[in-house]
């Protein structure tokens, strides 16, 4: 039986939307139009199975779970459905109230403000922390975040900058999501308060953007972080499941450093799975450094580095696919990979590959280790998407402008 002019028109709407969505499928194949199109509306079809929700189409299934929603800021607490990852159960403040941070001061670290992040961050029960307004947030000690805590900047240009930052110890459940975290310094020598009944005397902070101690179940998205004294984020002494996604870095010398030291074998046990960032101008190197855990690297854009990319020691599994690195315009510095504080007779049996990515302008990548698929199963978090959608897949990185009653 012949097709209806109506379903002509519509097998060729979606070869034309496969050509934009899908352009390496198209261009690879040799195929007629019709069997690409079936191609093609399998593997969304599979993607939305995987997922478990409906796609607006840009490729990125995180965005693609709650972007498409012009009510988003009447439903935000459907983003912690939306991780993937390591990181993937990091529920945040999903079943708590909504606490408005009205205040942007941080005059007392003992008896915060109520209004304040402080005061929000340090309650016991599950929060989802959101803004009355933009704010510029300076801290005077470093903001000591309590379990099942949702930051979310969305609606609202929140930065925090020109002191201490963000420390997740020894909690667990915890999502960052829009906030601009740069120019962060030491703080400490002081009283912090880290729930409504426990304050201490802090040490010096190291004065990373974001750093995580013995925490658990966290996820870092769209965040834009430069320029920190220290880490722009750092995950150390046992810490796990982690998602570091969509977020913008820039301008910075050590930018992640994940594994706390080669005789800290807790840290075996770290997964952290990196995917959909963009590594941008002013970085120098550890995108990231990783030490004894696994480590799965998927989907990122790299611009810039003038060491190198990804390094690490104390024999870190780490898993890089479907990534773009270009190399910068320094003659020692094409090379992608360190391996770290080891001869080559013992780093050669490291399991680190390269599946999928592309290298340009004479970067390049050193494996090591068996090669062996099965030795990187505890190191795969997600599936990749090949890297020439790596540009689409990472151009909305960083905060997003999001504004009511609008698609963010």
């Given amino acids: 039986m012949a097709a209806s002019s109506s379903s002509l028109s519509l097998l060729f709407l979606v070869f034309l939307v496969s050509l934009v ?27 939305r199975r995987n997922l478990g929700y409906f796609s607006c189409g840009t490729g990125n299934p995180i965005d693609d779970c709650w972007r498409c929603d012009p009510n988003w800021e009447k439903n935000r607490q459907r983003l912690a459905d939306c991780a993937i990852g390591f990181g993937k159960n990091a529920i945040g403040g999903k079943d708590g109230k909504i606490y408005v941070v009205t205040d942007s001061g941080d005059d007392n670290p003992v008896t915060p403000k109520p209004g304040t992040l402080r005061h ?27 379990s099942f805590k949702t930051i979310d900047g969305r609606g609202a240009s929140v930065h925090i900058a020109g002191g201490p930052c ?84 820039t301008h910075h010398d050590k930018v992640m450093l994940l594994g706390h030291s080669d005789t800290y074998e807790k840290d075996k046990n770290m997964q952290v799975t990196i995917a959909f960032n963009h590594f941008g101008e002013g970085l120098v190197q550890r995108i990231p450094r990783c030490r004894h855990g696994y480590f799965h690297v998927v989907n990122n854009d790299y611009t810039h580095w003038e060491m190198y990319a990804i390094g690490g020691s104390a024999s870190p599994t780490i898993n890089s696919q479907g990534n773009r690195f270009l190399a910068p315009n320094i003659r020692f510095s094409k090379e992608v990979t360190k391996h770290e504080d080891a001869p080559q007779s013992q780093w050669k049996h490291w399991n680190w590959r390269s599946e999928g990515d592309l290298l340009l302008n004479g970067a390049y990548f050193t494996p090591s280790g068996a090669g062996a698929s099965s030795s990187y199963a505890r190191a795969s978090s997600l599936g990749a998407r090949p890297s020439t959608l790596v540009g689409p897949l990472t151009s909305a990185s960083g905060v997003l402008n999001c504004r009511k009653g609008a698609r963010c």
Avoid at 122 to 129: A, D, R, V
């Fill in 120 to 146: 929000a961050v340090i309650q016991n029960e599950p929060l989802w922390i959101i803004f009355k307004r933009d704010m510029v947030i300076k801290l005077k000690e470093e903001l000591i975040m309590n």
């Fill in 21 to 47: 969505l899908f352009p390496s499928l198209i261009l690879s194949s040799k195929q007629d139009p019709e069997l690409v199109v079936h191609e093609v509306q399998k593997d969304i079809n599979a993607s």
């Fill in 166 to 249: 963000i420390t997740i110890q020894y909690v667990t459940n915890i999502i960052i999501h829009g906030i601009n975290i740069h120019d962060c310094k030491q703080g400490g020598n002081a009283m912090v308060r880290s729930s409504p009944r426990h304050f201490g005397w802090r040490t010096i902070s190291d004065g990373d953007g974001v750093s995580i101690f013995g925490g658990s179940h966290v996820w870092i998205d769209h965040c834009s972080l430069s320029n920190c004294q220290d880490g722009l984020i750092d995950a150390i002494m046992g810490s796990t499941a982690i998602t570091i996604s969509n977020n913008y870095m």
